[in-house]
């Protein structure tokens, strides 16, 4: 049994004190906001801190120092420098949302990812809650929380803006939510290369511009089309990334006023111009596909 103290009583720091206890561990106290912390690695095997990232480093700086206990942070963008002067430093960062007390604690059981880094005892914490210990160094550090940053906030975000163009057509979001689920899951089984449907994977501009007609018709529609545009520039270098062969030029699409629009070509009618900047970084990117293809 390893005694822990935690410092930061917040949804991370309980939810991996309730965890751990559940599995034998004793944990003899969470310090919050106030709390005196200059001997909390003291008389304890580790002490955990469960601070906002951008507090780790000072708070850890008023730690007074112990050599047997093992200091560590639950950060998923913080290298083990944060944790200076302590001479035995991990970090131990879950790869799943914690949004409550409960739900943390059942979830960090269920045999997810755990990004270790230092000393051993991160990696036999995540064996002994169930998990899978994935080493990160300090070096892909930022890398890994961006990737991290993409596959869940990102993507909460984005099914936020499918909420707000579900409900200008009537519908809730929980109308999508098997659609969500079975292109998540082909992606996760396939691979998103090969999991890819929907008109920018196919070239089919015209229905594209209609999306985007659409879209210029809400609330805030330069906010909805530059994420729009975003993500049609990512289908396609995604697509193109895959069958550089089957490369095609999108073809000018004819508007209703007699002229002519395309994503690549510009689409430069005005009611489409709140779009417009998000057209330039979807360019970019499918460019940048074609001189990698």
């Given amino acids: 049994m390893t005694t822990f103290r935690v410092i930061g009583p917040g949804r991370a720091g309980s939810s991996l004190a309730a965890a751990l206890c559940e599995v034998g561990h004793r944990v003899v106290g969470i310090l919050g906001r106030g709390d005196p912390v200059e001997g909390a690695a003291h008389g304890v095997d580790a002490l955990v801190v469960a601070t906002p990232d951008d507090t780790v480093a000072e708070v850890a700086a008023r730690v007074a120092p112990s050599d047997g206990a093992v200091v560590l942070h639950l950060s998923g963008s913080l290298g083990l420098d944060a944790l200076a002067p302590h001479p035995r430093r991990a970090s131990l960062h879950p790869l799943v949302p914690l949004p409550s007390v409960e739900v943390g604690r059942a979830r960090l059981r269920s045999g997810v990812p755990f990004a270790v880094?230092?000393?051993?005892?991160?990696?036999?914490?995540?064996?002994?809650?169930?998990?899978?210990?994935?080493?990160?160094?300090?070096?892909?550090?930022?890398?890994?929380?961006?990737?991290?940053?993409?596959?869940?906030?990102?993507?909460?975000?984005?099914?936020?803006?499918?909420?707000?163009?579900?409900?200008?057509?009537?519908?809730?979001?929980?109308?999508?939510?098997?659609?969500?689920?079975?292109?998540?899951?082909?992606?996760?089984?396939?691979?998103?290369?090969?999991?890819?449907?929907?008109?920018?994977?196919?070239g089919d501009w015209r229905t594209i511009e209609r999306h985007r007609r659409a879209l210029a018709e809400l609330p805030a529609p330069r906010t909805e089309l530059a994420a729009y545009d975003a993500m049609v520039g990512l289908a396609r270098r995604l697509r193109l990334d895959t069958a550089p062969s089957m490369v095609v030029a999108p073809p000018a699409v004819s508007t209703a006023a007699g002229g002519t629009a395309g994503l690549v070509d510009g689409a430069e009618d005005a009611d489409l111009t709140p779009g417009g900047d998000a057209l330039a970084v979807a360019r970019d990117v499918v460019a940048s596909s074609e001189q990698v293809a």
């Fill in 117 to 202: 880094a230092g000393d051993p005892l991160a990696g036999r914490l995540a064996a002994e809650l169930g998990g899978r210990a994935v080493e990160v160094g300090d070096e892909q550090r930022t890398a890994y929380h961006a990737a991290a940053a993409i596959a869940a906030n990102h993507l909460v975000a984005l099914l936020g803006q499918v909420e707000r163009v579900a409900a200008s057509a009537g519908l809730p979001l929980d109308a999508f939510a098997d659609l969500v689920r079975a292109a998540t899951d082909d992606a996760l089984a396939l691979g998103p290369r090969a999991a890819l449907t929907g008109p920018a994977s196919r």
